[in-house]
């Protein structure tokens, strides 16, 4: 596992936990945060794993 994909995983998490407060104390833009938030986790996540794929084919070489 690289350090995107832990970032990004880890930034996805958050961004669900403030979806979820937002939703708690009826705050749309704590949920809206949320969401972006974990839309940026998912999209490091998946850079992480393309270029843990890339590493893999590399080393297979």
């Known amino acids: 596992m690289n350090k995107d994909q832990v ?6 998490i958050k961004g669900q936990v403030k979806e ?5 104390v009826d705050s749309p833009k704590l949920q809206g945060e949320g969401l972006a938030d974990q839309a940026v ?5 998946q850079v992480g794993d393309a270029k ?6 590399i080393d297979k070489i």
């Open 7 to 12: 970032a990004g995983r880890a930034t996805d």
């Open 41 to 45: 986790g998912k999209t490091q996540a």
């Open 20 to 24: 979820a407060a937002g939703k708690l």
């Open 52 to 57: 843990e794929a890339v590493k893999k084919a």
